[in-house]
């Protein structure tokens, strides 16, 4: 099985219009379980070998996908989500000298739950068109947030992909404080407390 997907229909009729939480607990498993298969699949190894790797793996909350002009910017985030007790997954600090790094974006992206998507200055770079249609695509499936995050020196508006438009962004150019509580709740769900 290269990969796994549920149709439109089959989730509608198993989830209903008036899901139970039981039901919604039971769909997501199943999903995550269809994922980790595909992964598995494409790595050429068997499932329970993948659950083995990926228990020897530290697991992430979120991808800091961002353009390497940026990068200086986009560590200064990672340090502060990292003191916010917020595990990031950042290029530069997560791939392994020797080994090829789509593998390992591949891996990540099947398994993390949120993407905070950085524009800065240097705008979208091509590598982030790329991983940002694969976040879309998965995390449409799973249900997971893709965060737009602005960066000090973007102009406004900002210049984004169509698709990242309609989703509620984080904005560092004005209150730090405030856009790092925003990208926490983002990426955990938890609503800062006001």
Same mark, same amino acid.
């Given at each position: 099985?290269?990969?796994?997907?549920?149709?439109?229909?089959?989730?509608?009729?198993?989830?209903?219009?008036?899901?139970?939480p039981?039901?919604?607990q039971?769909?997501?498993?199943?999903?995550?379980?269809?994922n980790?298969l595909?992964?598995a699949?494409?790595?050429?190894i068997?499932?329970?070998?993948? +659950?083995?790797?990926l228990?020897?793996?530290?697991?992430?909350d !979120?991808?800091?996908c961002q353009?390497?002009?940026?990068?200086?910017?986009?560590?200064? !985030?990672s340090g502060?989500?990292?003191k916010?007790?917020?595990?990031?997954?950042?290029?530069? *600090?997560?791939?392994?000298?020797?080994f090829? +790094?789509?593998? *390992?974006?591949?891996? &990540? &992206?099947?398994?993390?739950?949120?993407?905070?998507?950085?524009v800065?200055?240097?705008?979208?770079?091509?590598?982030q068109?790329?991983?940002i249609?694969?976040f879309?695509?998965?995390?449409?499936r799973r249900?997971?947030p893709?965060?737009p995050?602005?960066?000090?020196?973007?102009?406004?508006?900002?210049?984004?992909? !169509?698709?990242?438009?309609q989703?509620? +962004?984080?904005d560092?150019?004005?209150?730090?404080?405030r856009a790092l *509580?925003?990208l926490a709740?983002?990426?955990?769900?938890?609503?800062? &407390?006001r």
């Amino acid at each position: 099985m290269r990969s796994a997907y549920i149709c439109p229909d089959c989730t509608m009729r198993f989830l209903g219009q008036q899901s139970s939480p039981k039901k919604k607990q039971i769909f997501s498993a199943l999903k995550t379980l269809l994922n980790e298969l595909s992964i598995a699949s494409r790595d050429n190894i068997d499932i329970i070998e993948y +659950w083995r790797e990926l228990d020897k793996s530290p697991s992430f909350d !979120v991808f800091l996908c961002q353009n390497s002009k940026d990068k200086s910017e986009v560590r200064k !985030v990672s340090g502060l989500l990292k003191k916010a007790s917020i595990k990031p997954w950042l290029d530069v *600090e997560q791939l392994r000298p020797g080994f090829p +790094w789509q593998t *390992e974006l591949e891996k &990540i &992206i099947g398994n993390i739950a949120a993407a905070a998507v950085f524009v800065g200055k240097s705008e979208i770079g091509p590598w982030q068109d790329n991983e940002i249609n694969a976040f879309l695509s998965e995390f449409v499936r799973r249900n997971c947030p893709v965060i737009p995050v602005l960066l000090p020196g973007v102009k406004s508006p900002p210049k984004l992909p !169509v698709f990242l438009r309609q989703m509620t +962004w984080v904005d560092f150019r004005k209150n730090r404080k405030r856009a790092l *509580e925003m990208l926490a709740w983002g990426i955990t769900g938890r609503r800062p &407390i006001r």
